[in-house]
Nanobody
Framework: QVQLVESGGGLVQAGGSLRLSCAAS????????MGWYRQAPGKQRELVAT???????NYTDSVKGRFTISRDHAKNTVYLQMNSLKTEDTAVYYC??????????????WGQGTQVTVSS
């Protein structure tokens, strides 16, 4: 069974940095796009950043220049380096990935979420 496990969330002061990690495990044949989403209280889940299997990246405007997404193919892991954090970045952050199982079917998977809280 495939699963995504996130780590790295926590409490940080405004202007600080955090690095999120998300590792995929299980019976994996391959991984397509990976990404990070976030959901703040009372708001809908929104895209933060994505990265393709070839390394092309995409960011929502509010995090451009502050966040960097990267991945390690050998470890089936995606990272989100978050710098110059703002209070409005406070949210639960979710990892997402399109994963090909050993049955050669592609399915979307979500992590359990990790809380990021930025204090003023």
């Amino acid at each position: 069974q495939v699963q995504l496990v996130e780590s790295g969330g926590g409490l940080v002061q405004a202007g600080g940095s955090l690095r999120l990690s998300c590792a995929a495990s299980g019976r994996i044949f391959g991984i397509d796009d990976m990404g990070w989403y976030r959901q703040a209280p009372g708001k809908q889940r929104e895209l933060v950043a994505t990265i393709t299997s070839r390394g092309s990246t995409n960011y929502t405007d509010s995090v451009k220049g502050r966040f960097t997404i990267s991945r390690d193919h050998a470890k089936n892991t995606v990272y989100l380096q978050m710098n110059s954090l703002k209070t409005e970045d406070t949210a639960v952050y979710y990892c997402n990935a399109g994963i090909w199982g050993d049955d050669y079917r592609r399915r979307p998977y979500w992590g359990q979420g990790t809380q990021v809280t930025v204090s003023s």
